[in-house]
């Protein structure tokens, strides 16, 4: 491979979004790789700029980094991804995709009476939430649909 076809981590950087550091900690994860020159200055394939598209697309939807990184073990390596490649891993996630659009409508569509967080502040928590009995599973939203909890701390999916 000729060292024109490689991009130093500022064109990285400049054209995926992601700081340095991001790259190096999805790096550390195995999620995107990287060379070194003869003066230990990181030098990425061109490629890379496809994963972390691919990476950020999967984040958006919920999807955890040891998820991605699954994913990533059906790719080829030292090529570029095709679309059929790309297709195929996003069909496991369409199930998931939907599960959240039906979760959010119906967030939507309730949000003007409660949306079950347990903190008994409208009239309806009396009648959802008697006595905050909520509290007793946990922080957050507990009725809020599966498809939509979080952990924000993490960034990664729960399961409650």
């Given at each position: 491979m000729r060292t024109t076809d490689?991009?130093?981590?500022?064109?990285?950087?400049?054209r995926s979004g992601l700081a340095a550091s991001a790259l190096r900690y999805y790096?550390?994860?195995?999620?995107i790789e990287s060379s070194r020159t003869s003066g230990n200055?990181?030098?990425?394939?061109?490629?890379?700029?496809?994963?972390?598209?691919?990476?950020?697309?999967?984040?958006?939807?919920?999807l955890s980094?040891?998820?991605?990184?699954?994913?990533?073990?059906?790719?080829?390596?030292?090529?570029?991804?095709t679309r059929a490649d790309w297709t195929r891993l996003s069909q496991h996630w369409r199930t998931r995709l939907n599960e959240q659009i039906d979760a959010l409508v119906a967030l939507r569509d309730g949000l003007d009476s409660c949306i079950g967080c347990g903190c008994l502040s409208l009239k309806t928590c009396a009648l959802s939430n008697p006595g905050d009995a909520a509290a007793s599973y946990g922080p957050g939203a507990a009725f809020l649909p599966r498809a939509l909890h979080r952990d924000d701390s993490a960034g990664s999916s729960i399961t409650r």
């Open positions: 490689l991009l130093t981590v500022g064109e990285v950087t400049r790096e550390s994860e195995g999620l200055q990181r030098r990425y394939q061109r490629s890379v700029l496809r994963r972390i598209a691919f990476i950020r697309a999967a984040r958006s939807i919920g980094l040891e998820e991605i990184a699954d994913a990533f073990t059906d790719l080829p390596g030292g090529r570029t991804p």
